[in-house]
């Protein structure tokens, strides 16, 4: 079973999630059976073509060429000399209301 982080970068009143009714929400889920990350740009069922950029990554491009998800194969040794590094989000504002 793999690791799922869910950043929620938008809040309606009272602090409620708003990504259940049509907001994006990324999602970076990684697999350490296989030691695989895919970031989800686009939520739901989405049929896909994929282009390999190399043997560790591919694109899962949509309708319209429409970037959906980037997977990463070899994640700990592509992203992190052995060992997965953290997430930052630099410059995301929370929405207020």
Do not use: F, W
């Not at 059976?33 to 896909?48: H, K, M, N, S, W």
């Amino acid at each position: 079973m793999g690791y799922v982080v869910r950043a929620r970068v938008s809040r309606g009143p009272l602090g409620r999630d708003r990504s259940s009714r049509g907001h994006k929400v990324m999602r970076i889920s990684y697999d350490p059976e296989v030691d695989a990350l895919y970031i989800r740009l686009i939520e739901g069922p989405q049929e896909c073509r994929t282009v390999r950029l190399n043997e560790e990554v591919a694109l899962n491009l949509g309708p319209n060429e429409t970037l959906v998800g980037i997977e990463i194969l070899d994640a700990k040794e592509v992203l992190g000399r052995g060992v997965l590094p953290s997430v930052v989000l630099e410059n995301v504002s929370l929405a207020t209301g």
